[in-house]
């Protein structure tokens, strides 16, 4: 891949990388190259980790700064080798702006040599002041907003000096640096701030109204003379690009750094996506790959909220260092979900930063990890007994030849625990009035496994709120289509920048009738996340199955997934090729199908024992079909895919339909499920709902619209049958309000496309 030298937005479209994700695909080239725990060696490692979540009024205060300073120190030491001495935290009151510029100065200025590493993260509210230089076209130089940092009286009315620090001062701090493997990632933006649904965004307004403070251009002065700078060259090299090594920013200049709810937890959408991104690697990724695919996986997280957020990057780094590793440190070979960080007898306490985010509702209480020594070798077990945020508590089950566990033991999931009652969360719209609000929270309230709340205190999947003037012009500006009418009720997603199609009714309705409409919906949706989201085990399943999605009748492949951890099962020397796509991609690089258009799909069972499969297909509207088994007068071994054996659905000849493209437009995702036990439960619902749809002789796809929440359980009844039907220790400890779901036995895959209008 060619160096990114200046700024490189991440644009996907069109990119054959995107039929295979490129974590997958480096696996599949690179494999367990590096199989040795890093040495504290040369270079030294050094790290300015910055976190602001309480700021003062009138500044919004955040709330997932913090959390990503611990995301950053602990995948640094864990996953980098850094010495946690040689990694300094300011977080809060700590991180003024005098604070994070001695700190700068010392910590890495001071100490770091030619040759060293050094990585300084902000995490916070970023701004804008007027640049006399105009590096950028609109005249402004962003900023980082430390803890200290106010607003001047009366603003925005009026205008005045703010004491943020500039990017033309960190742009000196990096120049003071002695070496040239720097790393600075910046989670913040500059594009308005404020709430938006239930996301806070990581800004400032600011711009032609605020002003730098004299202070902070004096201290600009300092360092020009002593870099030996003039005034003119210092312009000159700041128009040229960045300082040293590597800036990475979370969002492009013109959109939301999104401070989001992970569970019962914040943190931002793209220190998430980059920590748990690099959690899974197994190999040295190069900055430019890594950061193209963090950008996809951050963009994803934020498009799952109505937020759009594509990281950029922008680097020095001449041709030569093209493959440089991010963080300009090779990696521990070993993917992780988790990494024991103390040791008590049996007890043990977790860092659980490398679980995928859609998931961590099925990781509070009964789920089983797989203890791992250097090699990577499984050498004991140990079950999560809770869990605050991302640090567990945990005790060892089972070791193998007396293995001490110590602090730095990473961990992979061996079986999750699904609760039976897993809700879904609304949350209420904030422009409602006080009564409105509360015939709201009981009409949800009255509904099963619905649970309401209240913006901005946690997770939410949907907000239901109406459709004001307001929300409809600025969704209009931004290109939302088909939108309902002024007045209407319905739901939107997390940031209300978008909305759940065909859930809003006429704008004479109630909250009552609108809730009790939405119920089918409500069902609908609970049952598609518990699916694709809680379900979704890519990274960690060891089954060896590949499917991919197809032009019908055809070779070529619109897009291809497969278990990680179950392709590394196949010989070192296995050289796959990478697909070339007939298909036009997203920015998010999903893959784009017009109305009309004709597919299959095929699964290839690499195992050495029977595989049962379903295919389900979740489209813009929640609604889901079930593709696959499709013979409904059949036993269970009509979904069965014997060892070494490759299924195409439809099968030509057999199967007496196709699979066409169709309405409605918007992203799309078909689900395979592979599992090593019989899906009998989930078969027999499927065969009664058959039955009463006239369908038991036939062989077609089958719509499940009004029993999804139904046929999603019993799916799970049998994969949690299938978990436990074994004498081990790990399915004797999993508690019996849970669904265990077991890495060994079970590969639930994703493939997302977007349905366009021919």
């Given at each position: 891949m060619s160096n990114i030298k200046r700024r490189h937005f991440l644009q996907l479209a069109g990119s054959t990388l995107a039929t295979v994700g490129i974590s997958?695909?480096?696996?599949?080239?690179?494999?367990?190259?590096?199989?040795?725990?890093?040495?504290?060696?040369?270079?030294?490692?050094?790290?300015?980790?910055?976190?602001?979540?309480?700021?003062?009024?009138?500044?919004t205060p955040l709330e997932g700064c913090v959390t990503d300073v611990k995301l950053q120190q602990e995948l640094l030491i864990h996953r980098f080798g850094f010495n946690p001495k040689d990694i300094l935290t300011l977080t809060d009151q700590k991180a003024t702006r005098q604070g994070i510029l001695t700190a700068f100065e010392e910590h890495l200025i001071n100490q770091a040599k030619p040759g060293d590493v050094v990585v300084f993260h902000f995490s916070g509210h970023g701004s804008r002041v007027i640049d006399p230089n105009r590096d950028q076209p609109d005249g402004f130089n962003s900023t980082l907003v430390p803890i200290d940092s106010k607003l001047p009286e009366g603003y925005p009315i009026t205008g005045g000096v703010v004491s943020d620090i500039m990017g033309h001062?960190?742009?000196?701090?990096?120049?003071?640096?002695?070496?040239?493997?720097?790393t600075v990632v910046l989670d913040c933006c500059h594009s308005g701030g404020g709430t938006r649904g239930n996301l806070r965004v990581r800004s400032l307004s600011g711009g032609e109204d605020l002003k730098p403070s004299s202070v902070e251009l004096n201290y600009q002065k300092q360092w020009l003379g002593r870099?030996?700078?003039?005034?003119?060259?210092?312009?000159?090299?700041?128009?040229?690009?960045?300082?040293?090594g590597v800036v990475i920013?979370?969002?492009?200049?013109?959109?939301?750094?999104?401070?989001?709810?992970?569970?019962?937890?914040?943190?931002?959408?793209?220190?998430?996506a980059l920590t748990q991104y690099?959690?899974?690697?197994?190999?040295?990724?190069?900055?430019?790959?890594?950061?193209?695919n963090v950008g996809r996986n951050t963009a994803a997280l934020a498009y799952q909220q109505g937020n759009y957020q594509n990281p950029q990057v922008e680097s020095n780094l001449s041709q030569e260092n093209t493959n440089t590793p991010i963080y300009f440190t090779p990696q521990q070979a070993i993917s992780a979900e988790a990494v024991i960080t103390k040791v008590e007898n049996n007890q043990v306490q977790l860092w659980l930063g490398g679980l995928d985010s859609q998931t961590l509702e099925a990781f509070k209480k009964g789920a089983i990890f797989t203890a791992l020594d250097s090699q990577g070798r499984q050498r004991g077990l140990v079950k999560l007994e809770s869990r605050q945020g991302l640090i567990g508590q945990g005790k060892l089950l089972s070791t193998k030849q007396n293995l001490q566990l110590q602090p730095g033991t990473l961990l992979q999931e061996r079986i999750r625990s699904i609760p039976n009652n897993l809700t879904l969360k609304i949350g209420i719209d904030q422009s409602f009035d006080n009564n409105i609000t509360q015939q709201a929270i009981k009409s949800l309230q009255a509904l099963v496994r619905i649970e309401p709340k209240q913006l901005g205190t946690s997770e939410v999947q949907y907000i239901f709120g109406r459709m004001t003037q307001a929300k409809y012009e600025e969704l209009e500006k931004n290109r939302v289509k088909n939108l309902p009418q002024v007045g209407s009720l319905g739901l939107f997603l997390p940031s209300q920048d978008a909305i759940i199609p065909a859930s809003f009714g006429e704008n004479r309705e109630t909250v009552q009738e609108a809730i009790t409409r939405l119920k089918p919906k409500f069902k609908s949706l609970l049952a598609a996340r518990i699916i694709k989201q809680v379900l979704g085990n890519t990274n960690s399943s060891r089954l060896n199955v590949t499917v991919s999605m197809n032009i019908a009748d055809s070779q070529k492949i619109i897009a291809e997934t497969f278990a990680i951890r179950g392709f590394n099962k196949v010989p070192a020397d296995s050289n796959p090729t990478v697909p070339v796509s007939p298909v036009k991609f997203s920015e998010l690089g999903i893959p784009q199908l017009t109305v009309g258009t004709q597919i299959d799909f095929q699964i290839?069972?690499?195992?050495?024992?029977?595989?049962?499969?379903?295919?389900?297909?979740?489209?813009?509207?929640?609604?889901?079909?079930?593709?696959?088994?499709?013979?409904?007068?059949?036993?269970e071994t009509a979904a069965l895919i014997k060892p070494k054996q490759k299924l195409v659905v439809p099968q030509a000849g057999i199967d007496?339909?196709?699979?066409?493209?169709?309405?409605?437009?918007?992203?799309?995702?078909?689900?395979?499920?592979?599992?090593?036990?019989p899906l009998r439960t989930s078969l027999k619902v499927l065969q009664t709902i058959a039955k009463r749809s006239g369908l038991e002789n036939r062989r077609s796809p089958m719509a499940v619209n009004d029993d999804l929440l139904e046929v999603t359980d019993s799916l799970l009844n049998d994969l949690d049958a299938g978990t436990r039907n074994g004498d081990n220790v790990a399915t004797t400890e999993l508690p019996d309000n849970v669904r265990g779901i077991d890495t060994r036995k079970l590969a639930a895959m994703a493939i997302a496309f977007e349905v366009l209008r021919g």
């Open positions: 997958q695909l480096d696996i599949m080239h690179q494999g367990h190259r590096y199989a040795q725990v890093l040495a504290q060696n040369t270079p030294r490692k050094l790290a300015l980790l910055v976190g602001i979540n309480q700021y003062s009024a009138p500044i001062t960190l742009f000196l701090l990096m120049s003071a640096l002695k070496t040239e493997n720097v870099l030996d700078l003039s005034p003119e060259k210092f312009i000159e090299l700041r128009r040229k690009g960045v300082a040293k920013a979370s969002a492009k200049r013109d959109e939301l750094a999104a401070d989001m709810s992970f569970s019962d937890f914040h943190a931002g959408a793209f220190t998430y690099l959690w899974q690697q197994t190999n040295n990724q190069s900055i430019n790959n890594a950061i193209v290839e069972n690499k195992e050495s024992s029977h595989l049962y499969v379903s295919i389900l297909v979740i489209d813009a509207e929640g609604e889901m079909t079930v593709i696959f088994p499709n013979d409904w007068s059949a036993s007496g339909f196709k699979l066409t493209i169709g309405e409605p437009l918007g992203i799309a995702e078909a689900l395979v499920i592979a599992s090593t036990t």
